[in-house]
């Protein structure tokens, strides 16, 4: 069962190393209700992953430490996170990337293309992911 607050909220886990989109993301979300929780590297997006309880995971593929694609793979092979997590997205500036295709052997729901999306777009994507009617 996913963790929402006691008022319902969203969790959002944002894995993104550039401190600028990261702090975009979260502050547009944030304005939207949702909770947001951030890392800015990959083991560090791998530990909250595995505690689990995020209604959606915004994922990064060029990280420090463990990129988003390696991520995925030790997931995937180590044991099941304590409480389950909703789709994982990746987020790249490649429409064409390798990553994606990688990504969705690795069970990616979706991708995002960081460069072509406003914040607007972007609450509607992840509205989208989380089925909210918007």
């Known amino acids: ?17 550039e401190q600028y989109l ?14 947001i929780e951030t890392a800015s590297d990959g083991m560090d997006g791998y530990v909250k992953m595995a505690k689990g309880g995020y209604d ?7 990280l420090p430490r463990m990129d988003g694609l390696e991520l995925l793979a030790k997931l995937r092979k180590g044991p099941k996170p304590k409480k389950t997590n909703g789709p994982i997205v990746l ?6 990337d390798m ?8 069970g990616i729901s979706g991708y995002l293309i960081k460069s072509d999306l406003t914040p ?3 609450i509607e994507k992840v509205k ?5 009617k918007i």
Do not use: W
Request: proline share 0%.
């Open 1 to 17: 069962m996913k963790q929402k607050d006691k008022n319902g909220q969203k969790r959002i886990l944002i894995i993104e190393d």
């Open 22 to 35: 990261r702090e975009l993301y979260q502050e547009i979300l944030e304005d939207e209700g949702f909770i």
């Open 99 to 106: 990553a994606i295709s990688k990504g969705k052997t690795l």
């Open 128 to 132: 989208g992911y989380l089925k909210i």
């Open 91 to 96: 987020l790249t500036n490649l429409s064409k």
């Open 56 to 62: 959606l995971i915004l994922l990064d593929v060029m």
């Open 120 to 122: 607007g777009e972007i």
